[in-house]
């Protein structure tokens, strides 16, 4: 399994901008389909973003398509999130996640390696 940190998470006003990041281990980095969701108190883990193991695919939830942007370096072994027009619907804690599949599942219960998280606040 490939280990994940997640970092760049904090509080910011609405309508601000954050990027996140989601550092992996392991050499098999280029190989796998990378996602972030994120989790609510009290709300569902829910998909937010996925990229497929060259970039050369993304997918998106409706609530975040045309402010959020995923993108990945293989080369640093790392993927982002960059986060724009927050609001407070927005705030969660994210996770990244890693499927050494082809496609890019929605599904939380398809990943296996996951990482901390990383709490993200958007203040009115």
């Known amino acids: 399994q490939v280990q994940l940190v997640e970092s760049g998470g904090g509080l910011v006003q609405v309508g601000g901008s954050l990027r996140l990041s989601c550092a992996a281990s392991?050499?098999?980095?280029?190989?796998?389909?990378m996602t972030w969701f994120r989790q609510a108190p009290g709300k569902e883990r829910e998909f937010v973003a996925g990229?497929?193991?060259?970039?050369?695919?993304?997918r998106y939830a409706d609530s975040v398509k045309d402010r959020f942007t995923i993108s990945r370096d293989n080369v640093k072994n790392t993927v982002y999130l960059q986060m724009n027009s927050l609001k407070p619907g927005d705030t969660a804690v994210y996770y990244c996640a890693a499927d050494s599949g082809w496609f890019i599942r929605t599904q939380r219960g398809e990943y296996a390696s996951w990482g901390q998280g990383t709490q993200v606040t958007v203040s009115s």
């Open positions: 392991g050499r098999a980095f280029s190989q796998y389909v």
């Open positions: 990229i497929s193991s060259t970039g050369a695919n993304t």
